[in-house]
């Protein structure tokens, strides 16, 4: 049957119609039990719904500030991204709200963001800092496109496309090949993995097998520390009832190491959209690093082993940004916890705590402070993950 399909389609257009759309963070069955939920405001995905809402970039009254180069890192021109990651998370923002009620008001003011730096952007510029731009607003921007495709009245999905494809891809595409010219362990975990983000979901958004290939090869095999065995690089077996597994970051601080399990989790569930099981891959090493940070940001103690590269030596667990609340938990908690049925007891424990900080629910872009890092992730997780 499959076979048949598939034979069919390539002899009209190779591989177009391989991918499941919408098939990034978000399914239609998602969409669908996000907008039952919804309507019958039952928690706690309504709560999640709330929190949206009550989001400034919720709002049909957010206007685009497109520029043709965006910067990021100290450079000559001056850095300007700030209105890029809130430009982009306004219409992930507006574009969740659109398929939690079906009102299209909301559509077309996502969709007017992205037309507007589609229209503009010609480049991604600023110091090494520009290959996180290209990374995390990739994977980003890409969800967002992925959402709207399937917005009748919307005009501007090929140049959206266009943007991802020419801009996005050949920059997360060099960053993982290359590295900016460092040696292949200098650049720290996340910067690999929101590169892999991008690449994969642009894979998707433009129907192109052998990017998303290159992701998901990386992800298993890949020379960086983007690759699975080497974010996640040493596990210690029946720790208090489980095994843990010990991050690439952990001796540099907690901040980078939650976004190192938050962009896992999200490369996670945009391949098993595409039927690829990366959450279950290798005994379920992401839920062994997801525990792990989660008990240890808790207030507890893990287990730590020296850390060495080219760059530096680290004998303990880093306490820099210990506690930090961010919109990482409710993907890696129902996933795993409701629907894989594993032991996810610091997940839920985060997952809880992110939750009563955000008055009920976890939140997304602009409910964690101001700086990018609260920008990093597209978050919104009870309203979208719930089961
Ligand atoms: C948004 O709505 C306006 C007014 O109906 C329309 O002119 C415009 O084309 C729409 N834009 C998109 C992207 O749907
Ligand atoms: C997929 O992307 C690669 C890399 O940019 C390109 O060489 C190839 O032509 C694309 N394939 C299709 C079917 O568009
Ligand atoms: C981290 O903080 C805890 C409690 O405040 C302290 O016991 C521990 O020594 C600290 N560890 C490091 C590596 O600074």
Redesign the pocket.
Known sequence: MRLSFFLYASAFS??ATAFVHPGLLHTAEDFDRVASKVAAQTNPWYAGYQKLIANPHAQTSWIASPVDVVYRGVNPHGQNYVRFYRDIAAAYALALRWKATNDAQYANSSAAIIDAWSSTLTQVGGSADRFLASGLYGYQIANVVEVLRGYPAWTGFEAAKDML?NIF?PMSHSFIMNHNDARVDHYWANWDLCNLNSILAIGVV?D?Q??FNEAVHYFYNGAGNGAITKAIWKIYQDIEGEDLGQLQESGRDQGHTMLVIGLLGTFAQMAKNQGIGLFQYLDNRILKGAEYVAKFNLGYDVPYTTYVNSDVTQGVISNNSRGGIRPIWELLYNRYGKVMGKNVKYTQLYTEKVRAAGGGAEGGGGDYGPNSGGYDLLGYGTLMYSV
């Open positions: 190779p591989l494809v891809y433009a192109n052998s990017i």
